[in-house]
């Protein structure tokens, strides 16, 4: 395994871990790596990437939103629905094995969206 990917899977990984926390995930990307960010329940936005919070500069004022194609931006909303399902669920469910297989679903699609965000900045 790359060093690439063994950091890609980490990352996958710390994200699927805040949301499990509890954490939202917006449709808001993180200025410095566009990679989705958290909500905490602090309120504060998290860049599971870059491990750091990130700052809103202005009252009002948000990081850049990622523009890119129609059918990309489609996607990229259905899988956020997804995530957010995936999330309700897992927060209510007590089997283990569930919870495991949940878990699978999550990291999997959060590694979809990281394709698709990756896609648009190009
Ligand atoms: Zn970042």
Redesign the pocket.
Known sequence: MSQDKAAEEQHIKRMADLLRQGSTLTELA?P??A?PLFRLKSGDLW?A??EKK?IVVKEGEEPAKITGSMVLDSLEATLLAKIQEVQSKMQHEENMEELQKLGTVLSGLLENLEKIRKAKRV
């Open positions: 993180c410095a790596c990679s860049c990437k870059c990130v």
